[in-house]
């Protein structure tokens, strides 16, 4: 051990020592997959931590956060901090609310607890979304466009005798959500042109994870558990890179096309870069104390294509991103 000793404390070489013994009496315990997968978080979360503190002397100045950004309603227009907190589900604050429609019977025709009575809907099917401002504070949501505007008092959602629960599908999973009441109702319905239109808080009990297949040991919990979701489309924080959006621009400009802000990608984490998608190739990014692992790219919908303050939709970016950002180019 000793030529970990340099960069190693007394106490992290114990601790290791300890995560190593655990590990293998863990892999002994075949029947235990539980255990084997806790072990194997621990030793991986522990490891990239030590990198982080190894290589924390070499300052990036090339790399900072140029923005922050949460969206408290799914869909809706971002708020922008000057900085924030993490928690388990994301950047607090970020898309605790979303807005669903009802689902036809045909599709949640199973018993009463298994199936989604709604579903969601985003700026894909209701570009008008873009143009609603979301205001949430400790105790109220406050949405509003240039005409109308509705308050939603939090306490009214956190007590059991007036709170309604539904069912709510997200692409292929269906969580459990808090209807934020028909006021809220009203006025979605001035604007989104579904059935049944809501709008809901995502519940506190709901547990919603990350698809497996992309998280790493190192992005498990201490316990081994998946990170939560919450009600975005598939993982709790979206990063973005200037230098990237400055490419695509040079592109659209050469295309005799307006270049667009970054406002388009809906990113919570803007950082500041010098090279055109490297990200591509990142693993983990450290902001302060706070290690982020990049577990996939996001592949970009047609909500990219729709103006984030008019709500007026176009064929860019995605006519030109197709051109050099395909998968398989």
């Known amino acids: 051990m000793s030529a970990l000793s340099s960069w190693l404390s007394d106490h992290d070489i114990l601790h290791l020592k300890t995560l190593f013994i655990g590990l293998f009496l863990a892999l002994l315990i075949d029947s235990n997959a539980k255990i084997r997968r806790m072990i194997v978080s621990i030793v991986a979360r522990r490891k990239i931590r030590h990198l982080a503190r190894e290589h924390a002397v070499d300052k990036d100045t090339t790399r900072t956060v140029a923005g922050l950004c949460i969206y408290p309603c799914k869909s809706m227009r971002a708020t922008l901090l000057s900085e924030c907190k993490i928690d388990a589900r994301g950047l607090v604050g970020d898309r605790r609310f979303m807005v669903v429609c009802e689902n036809p019977p045909s599709v949640h025709g199973l018993p009463q607890g298994q199936g989604a009575t709604h579903r969601f809907v985003t ?4 570009p008008a979304l873009a143009t609603i401002n979301a205001t949430l504070d400790e105790s109220t949501l406050r949405l509003s466009t240039d005409t109308v505007s509705v308050v939603i008092r939090l306490s009214a959602l956190k007590s059991p005798e007036k709170s309604t629960l539904l069912r709510a599908r997200i692409w292929d999973d269906i969580v459990e959500v808090v209807d934020a009441g028909v006021e809220a109702a009203a006025f979605l319905q001035s604007i989104v042109d579904l059935p049944g239109v ?4 995502a519940s506190d009990t709901d547990a919603r994870a990350a698809n497996e297949q992309y998280v790493p040991p190192e992005g498990r919990t201490w316990t081994g558990g998946l990170p939560l979701a919450g009600l975005t489309d ?7 890179c200037t230098a990237s959006l400055e ?3 040079r592109r659209l400009l050469q295309k005799k096309e307006k270049p667009i802000p970054m406002s388009r990608f809906r990113p919570n984490i803007i950082i500041q870069t010098a090279v055109p998608f490297e990200e591509d190739h990142w693993k983990a990014i450290q902001i302060d104390d706070t290690i982020l692992h990049l577990v996939k790219g996001c592949p970009r919908c047609k909500q990219s294509c729709t ?3 008019s709500g007026k939709v176009s064929n860019e970016p995605l006519a030109t991103l197709s051109d050099f950002r395909a998968l398989g180019r």
Do not use: K, T
């Open 234 to 240: 598939g993982f709790p924080i979206l990063v973005s």
């Open 198 to 201: 809501r709008l809901v808080r």
């Open 247 to 249: 490419e695509l621009n």
């Open 307 to 309: 103006d984030q303050i």
């Open 123 to 126: 700026q894909r099917q209701c």
